[in-house]
């Protein structure tokens, strides 16, 4: 038998083998989307296919189950954040295994081609040629849910696996009590004149928009030695460890918003890995404890700093000496009305933040359905088009601007739509217990973002995986969560902006 002081020394070799492997694959992986020539997917695929392998069998294999057991054993060795690596490793160990390794593999291989062949299918509006392979992934999740958890639904497995212990039952509470606040206040919102943005129509040169997103990393106070930005079709946060991370976006010429809105959101993801502690680097708990609290940081900052007033002021002089013919003339108050017009859209990560959790609800609706087997791959585009048209009262002019303009799916994220609209919410009340401590208005106004990013390192950052989502953040605002901090934040900003 192995001793306890044994299997603790393997279990930081594992980790630190683990961690090397899960880098090489997200490096190849952050390869394909950004700057891969266009016909290297299978090639990528073939490789990807054997390092996965090679993680399941160190994962599920004999001497990692032997340490595992070892020390859950002996419970009484172990300090707080070795118990909680051995828990969160005998979780993964118990799942994995129930997945046969080559089905794990292939679907592993099916991702690579998936992601491949949706960028295609959104670039020439061909969904069909999408359809089969996510045909293939809705069929895997509720084959590998059935394995992994039988008693729950497959999408109740799945939920959880984004947000420890979501479940349908809590989304549809979640989402009903956003419902009742926000569609009546978007019907007050479109009885009233609607606010100009002309200001972000015009034309904003690349070049230049390159130059905005250096100085939103700046602003932002993200280490540029060890986060890097790169261009991609739909912007994204990778980390390959505390001490790597990339950020993406993408650049239009004539919004410089999108891109202005999707480098300030994704620094706040990589904000958050970058804040883990330094012993947790190479181990399990040195990323986001879930995806609920990493959208919590990406839209606080995007939205709760990024479209507040004194953000808005802060970097309107950065925004007239890169663009002084377009901002000639025009003050920061008409840019923070404009960058927080209300209205209904067709684009989830260009929507404003009243109608972005009507987005959301349409995708969870949705995956409900597939995983129900309610509804079919081949009826989904008729479906977003439907809720849509319900929910939002737009027409849906293609797919491209359709069902095909989120990645998520091609990339096997199933489940985790609900986390952005849990995000927000999350956020809205971490601002109101930061406003405690923090003069949050006057910092920003000051551009020094320091006091902001310390009060979320010592409170959410630090912590990495050490704690379940629901005890961290109810350890960060010493209350239960509250989506009518949030219902009550969008009240008070809207109805100041629209005289409502």
């Known amino acids: 038998m192995m001793t306890v002081q044994e299997a603790l020394r393997k279990l ?72 909680r690596i ?77 947000e420890g212990g979501l479940t349908m039952e809590k989304c549809d509470a979640f989402f009903a009590a956003l419902r009742e606040r926000i569609v009546p206040l978007l019907k007050k919102i479109a009885a009233v004149p609607q606010v100009d943005d002309s200001i972000l129509r015009q034309h904003f040169p690349e070049e230049g928009q390159r130059k905005l997103s250096d100085y939103f990393m700046e602003v932002l106070q993200l280490p540029r030695d060890h986060c890097g930005i790169a261009t991609t079709e739909h912007p994204f946060t990778i980390d390959f460890s505390k001490y790597d991370v990339r950020i993406t976006t993408h650049y239009y010429e004539n919004d410089f918003a999108s891109s202005m809105f999707s480098v300030v959101h994704e620094g706040g993801h990589a904000l958050y890995e970058l804040g883990v502690a330094d012993e947790d680097a190479y181990n399990e708990l040195g990323s986001g404890v879930s995806m609920g609290i990493h959208e919590s940081q990406s839209r606080f900052y995007e939205n709760l700093i990024g479209r507040s007033r004194g953000f808005i002021e802060l970097i309107f002089p950065k925004l007239c000496e890169i663009f002084p013919e377009q901002f000639a003339g025009r003050t920061p108050e008409e840019l923070y009305r404009a960058v927080n017009r209300v209205e209904p859209s ?121 704690y379940e989502p629901s005890d961290l953040f109810e350890k960060a605002v010493d209350a239960k969560f509250d989506p009518a901090y949030f219902t009550d934040y969008l009240e008070k900003k809207l109805s100041e902006i629209y005289g409502i």
């Open 86 to 162: 051995v828990y969160l490793m005998s979780k993964d160990l118990k799942e994995m295994a129930k997945i046969p390794q080559e089905e794990y593999v292939a679907y592993q291989t099916l991702l690579v081609q998936a992601d491949d062949v949706w960028h295609r299918a959104k670039e020439e509006n061909d969904y069909a040629a999408f359809e089969p392979i996510l045909a293939q992934i809705v069929d895997t999740h509720i084959r590998f849910a059935g394995y992994i958890a039988p008693d729950k639904h497959p999408y109740d497995h799945w939920l959880n696996q984004y």
């Open 346 to 466: 067709l684009i989830r990560i260009e929507a404003d933040e009243l109608t972005y959790a009507l987005h959301i609800m349409v995708r969870y609706e949705i995956e409900r359905k597939l995983m129900n087997r309610e509804l079919t791959t081949k009826d989904l585009p008729a479906e977003w088009n439907r809720l849509y048209k319900e929910y939002l009262g737009v027409d849906v002019p293609d797919d491209t601007h359709g069902c095909l303009q989120d990645s998520h799916w091609s990339g096997g994220s199933i489940g985790y739509f609900p986390s952005y609209a849990l995000g927000s919410a999350y956020g809205a009340q971490l601002i109101e217990k930061m406003r405690e401590t923090v003069d949050v208005d006057k910092t920003v106004a000051s551009g020094d973002l320091a006091p902001i990013n310390a009060w979320l390192h010592d409170h959410i950052w630090q912590y990495g995986r050490l």
């Open 12 to 83: 930081t070799e594992l980790q630190e083998k683990l961690r090397a492997y899960r880098h090489a694959t997200s490096l190849i992986y952050y390869d394909g989307v950004t700057t891969a020539p266009r016909g290297t997917a299978a090639n990528r695929g073939q490789t990807l296919s054997i390092l996965s392998g090679i993680e399941y069998e160190l994962m599920t294999g004999r001497e990692t189950v032997e340490i595992l057991d070892t020390l859950s054993a002996h419970p009484e060795r172990l300090d707080e954040k070795t118990a």
